[in-house]
């Protein structure tokens, strides 16, 4: 019999924010494909808390910056869902995995750009145009940017504009894909308390107080801040906001 719960597919599931939005999707009543890069166990760590919670869980290895592998993880998410739903459809697809780059214009190598180009906007491009086939009409797709795409900082100027090209490449998304009423949105956290960068908002007392210091709320983000805003966006509350660029940042540098 074909399961009729949602069903979303979180990138980069295993830490972080990802982990955060799995959890978040979960307690919201939909089932959930994660993926990791590397850390297997962390990421079978999330699938047992989903199942604990009495929803469907998987994790899949998928490395978002290399092209070449999509064709077949695309192959074994349609194989997981066939088995254990019944239809090889999802709803939801969050563009979530991501890594970091720190270092001021004058140092920036070709292969640092690269690097930050395929995970962050070749790998959400090419990932959801091959996603798009299996998605059911009505879901929607959530791209996680920065609050760095509005604000600057010294040394993410790669990283910032990379995530200021998804915004805008998300409200095109929401253009082509509105007859399908698959609905678009960037959710832009600010910096937030996690591994990302090495850790270095968590772990550098001078970085985390000083972002406190011009945010309006008077704290750095925490994971809890982001998973329930993204699971928000994948719930029918949320059907009529498109193409909209949502930043969760306890109002950072306003
Ligand atoms: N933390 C912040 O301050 C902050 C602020 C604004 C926006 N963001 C954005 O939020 C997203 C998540 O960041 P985070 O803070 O949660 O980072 P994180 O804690 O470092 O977690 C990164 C996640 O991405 C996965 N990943 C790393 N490289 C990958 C690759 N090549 N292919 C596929 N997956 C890969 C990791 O998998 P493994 O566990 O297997 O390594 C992990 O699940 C990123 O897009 C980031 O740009 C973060």
Redesign the pocket.
Known sequence: MESTTKMALV?????????NMALALAAKGLDVIL??????T??DDVVAQIEAMGRQAVALQ?????RTQFDAFLENVTTYLQEKRGQARFDFLIN?????LYAPIEAVTEEQMDAVYD??YK?VFFLTQKALPLMNEGGGIVN?????ARMTMPGSSV?GSL?AAVETLSRYMAKELGPRKIRVNVV??????????GGR?RDNKDINDQIAGYTALGRV?L?DDIGGVVAFLCTEDAYWINGQRIEVSGGQAL
């Open positions: 990138t980069g599931g295993s830490r972080g924010l990802g982990k993926t990791y890069h590397t850390n297997k962390a990421a998928l490395d978002t910056t290399d979530n995995a991501g890594t970091a995970i962050h790998g996680i940017s920065s609050g760095l990283y995530k832009a956290p600010g910096a937030i308390e996690t591994d990302f960068g908002v983000g994971p």
